[in-house]
């Protein structure tokens, strides 16, 4: 288990460099000069253009640039954007409410796609399986900014049921909305699959084994069919957790939501390299090592993937 571990971590740090490496180059190559954008229509003086591009480090070469910022972030020194406030700062403001949205989908995503998932699969063939087949469809098919559009007119304007924004302190009922939106695609994807599990593994021999011991409906799908149905949904999840943090950057600008998806947006918009580097490098982080974690739980159950 130690030498996969070790061989699963060595695997980490390309990807981290590659993904911070082609974002940085991305914002590098964006149009327009940040330094001139700092100023709006008023004149630069040449001298404090020159010392603000000294002091960023921006009158280097693209390469430098890059591994300067790889060497400060080794200390969790992400520098500073050009308004004077710390990078690292600003993150760890808008983090909280990033990850509270994100855990909210999570667990929306889990219970109701599991939940349609296993109904689906156990009446296999039936009307309501058929309803569930095409609104998992529609979800999957329909962009999230349509179903946060939707979402917004019925929810919060027509019917009232919920805020139509959560601004930048959101609470529980602020975010519930957007958590519905950002894990309505994983949740088709978890009802499709689920339905496809259970309905295999109904079929299967052992589970006609078990009913031939005498074994209740109710033991044999909970003890056998749902449990082994499960695996790979555990395993989606696990993968998808990483995901929701960055997938939520289209969701906090619908709502209004001042996570890191909207500071990220922001900082694009500024040319803040530090700042977007910064936020997709633990992004990055989140999802390899939720990755890393799934692996590890399926390497302690079936010792073939250490030696794969």
Known sequence: MGKYLLRRILQMIPVVLGTTLLVYALVFALPGDPVKAMFGDKPVNHAVEMQIR???????PF??????FLKNALTLDF??????????GEITSAFPVTIKLGLMAFVFEA???????????LKKGKWYDSVILIVSLLLISVPTFVTGFLGQYFLGVKWRILPVTAGSDPGFFDLLMPAMVLGSVSMAYIIRLSRSEISSNISE????????????????MLRHVLRNSMIPVVTYLGQDLGALMGGAMITEQIFNIHG????????????????????VTLLTLIFVVCNLLVDLLYAAL???????
């Open 111 to 121: 219970i109701f796609g599991v939940v349609f998932g296993v109904i689906a699969g």
């Open 63 to 68: 390469i430098i640039q890059y591994l300067l």
């Open 302 to 308: 079936d010792p073939r993937i250490r030696y794969a």
């Open 79 to 88: 520098g500073q954007t050009f308004s004077g406030q710390s990078v690292l």
């Open 54 to 60: 000294a002091e960023y480090n921006l009158d280097k």
């Open 260 to 279: 890191v998806g909207f500071l990220t947006y922001q900082s694009i918009l500024k040319g803040e390299a530090n700042v977007v580097v910064s936020v």
């Open 205 to 220: 021999d052992y589970v006609r084994t078990a009913r031939a011991k005498g074994m209740s409906n109710k033991s044999v």
